[in-house]
């Protein structure tokens, strides 16, 4: 039986990964293949559902345990395959937490029981060019920081300058590009901007081969970023919000998260990646909406409250 393709989409948080994912979203819809989503999300919620439309869609909500993630992996794989045929699925797309290894999706895919069924494509793996340098130095980052976007980067099959349009100078793009290759000297290498250009590689590559590859894992462990999902409850303004993130900026490496406005009464979605705050009115009429908000970094107290 022809096996599942399966589209590994990594990277560290806030590198592109989700805009990556609804980019692939479309290539396969266009190709009219039919995929299922795993989106392997940090916190208990995921934030990002409402982009996700009548689609296949399996979560794995407690990503950032290392080694937990192996079991939610195959519950999810095994309820998976038991759909797979009926559906006609041919495509897996799987968006991993920016925190977690990659090496440990790898393996499980490894398994006897699933290699069987499923082949990985390809591991793409995202690279935020604007602090790919601030991430990945000693002065700026911690080791677990910097150990883990190795390990992303030495697992990608397909590397993805992504953000490039924040690079303003080519002697900055040549920088980060060296200190990729330093880890991985290997992985084809393509410059974008919001995902641009990663599905047009891959319909390259399906025409110019179809043979499975083999990928070698590393694997390392221990880090210690967490996610902190946090409830709203009181009534809050975008300032307040946007006070809280800058307060604590040292420690946080990503928030995102859905909340009401008290200004305007209305909800919002908001991103907070690499010190940027974007917002997006809610266009969906959810009853009894509750506010969340997922914060994500390194040292951060046990209990948070804005
Ligand atoms: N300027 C710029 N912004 C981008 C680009 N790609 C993505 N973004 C923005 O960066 C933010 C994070 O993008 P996502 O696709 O959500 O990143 P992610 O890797 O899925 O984030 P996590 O799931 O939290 O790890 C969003 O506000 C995007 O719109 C890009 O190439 N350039």
């Known amino acids: 039986m ?16 989700t805009t990556t994912l609804l980019k692939c979203m479309e290539y396969f819809k266009g190709k009219n293949k039919k995929y299922a989503i795993i989106l392997n999300e940090l916190g208990e919620t995921n934030i990002e559902r409402h982009l996700f439309h009548d689609e296949s869609l399996y979560e794995l909500l407690n990503g950032c345990v290392c080694c937990s993630i192996k079991d939610d992996l195959r519950t999810t794989l095994d309820d998976l395959t038991e759909t797979l045929y009926k559906e006609n699925i041919e495509v897996v797309l799987l968006e991993g937490t920016g925190v977690a ?28 060019s604007l602090h790919f340098i601030e991430y990945t130095s000693v002065f700026s980052s911690s080791k677990e920081v910097r150990q883990l976007q190795k390990e992303q980067i030495e697992n990608g099959t397909m590397l993805v300058l992504n953000k490039i349009d924040q690079l303003s100078s080519k002697q900055a793009i040549e920088k980060v590009e060296k200190r990729i290759r330093k880890i ?40 210690h970023i967490k996610a902190i999902k946090l409830v709203q409850t009181t009534a809050m303004t975008k300032r307040d919000l946007r006070d809280f993130l800058k307060n604590n900026q040292d420690k946080l490496l990503r928030a995102k998260g859905t909340i009401k406005n008290s200004e305007d009464q ?39 409250s804005i």
């Open 2 to 17: 022809k096996k599942i393709n399966v589209y590994l989409i990594n990277g560290f948080l806030g590198s592109g990964k």
């Open 184 to 223: 991985n000297a290997d992985a084809p290498l393509i410059h974008s901007k919001y995902g641009n250009g990663v599905t047009e590689f891959l319909e390259k590559k399906q025409i110019n081969s179809n043979k499975e590859h083999s990928i070698s894992f590393h694997h390392h462990h221990h880090h």
């Open 266 to 304: 209305l909800w919002y979605h908001f991103q907070y990646a690499s010190g940027l705050l974007e917002w997006q009115k809610v266009s969906e009429n959810v009853p009894n909406r509750k506010g969340e908000i997922i914060i994500i970094g390194e040292k951060l107290p046990k209990e948070v």
């Open 101 to 128: 290894n990659p090496s440990e999706i790898m393996e499980t895919f490894n398994e006897k029981a699933y290699r069987e069924v499923f082949h990985i494509a390809e591991s793409i793996c995202l690279i935020d």
